[in-house]
C-alpha cells in the first residue's frame, strides 16, 4: 500500500496564502505516476484542485487557475500546492491523492487518499 501523510493546513485571512505537502511512502515496486489534490466543502461534490504528472504536467480546476500552483519532488514522492490569493470559497477539506502502478509481472494499479487537511479562509 502507499501511504499519503498530509501537512499545512489551516486558517487565514482571505488574500493570504498557504502551503499544502502530501508525502508518500511505501515499497519500492509502487511507481507513483500522477500526484493531485482534491478539496470537498460541505454539501458540495468532491473537486480536483490540480493535478501534476511525473513528467511535470500539470491540470487545474478554473477557480484556481492563476492563485495556486502545484509541484512535485519525485525523489521524495512528495507533492506541494502553494495557494496565494486565498478567498472564503477556497474553504474545504483538501485531499491529497497519488495513482500509480504496483509493478512486477502483472502491473496493478493503485489509488491512495491522504486524510484531509482543513484548509479555512476568512473574510
Known amino acids: 500500500q502507499v501511504r499519503l501523510v498530509e501537512s499545512g493546513g489551516g486558517l487565514v485571512q482571505a488574500g493570504g496564502s498557504l502551503r499544502l505537502s502530501c508525502a508518500a511512502s511505501?515499497?519500492?515496486?509502487?511507481?507513483?505516476?500522477?500526484m493531485g489534490w482534491y478539496r470537498q466543502a460541505p454539501g458540495k461534490q468532491r473537486e480536483l484542485v490540480a493535478a501534476?504528472?511525473?513528467?511535470?504536467?500539470?491540470n487545474y480546476s478554473d477557480s484556481v487557475k492563476g492563485r495556486f500552483t502545484i509541484s512535485r519532488d519525485n525523489a521524495k514522492d512528495t507533492v506541494y500546492l502553494q495557494m496565494n490569493s486565498l478567498k472564503p470559497e477556497d474553504t474545504a477539506a483538501y485531499y491529497c491523492?497519488?495513482?500509480?502502478?504496483?509493478?512486477?509481472?502483472?502491473?496493478?494499479?493503485?489509488?491512495?487518499w491522504g486524510q484531509g487537511t482543513q484548509v479555512t479562509v476568512s473574510s
Open positions: 491523492n497519488a495513482e500509480g502502478l504496483e509493478v512486477g509481472v502483472f502491473d496493478r494499479p493503485f489509488d491512495s
Open positions: 511505501g515499497r519500492s515496486s509502487f511507481r507513483i505516476t500522477d
Open positions: 501534476i504528472t511525473r513528467g511535470g504536467s500539470t
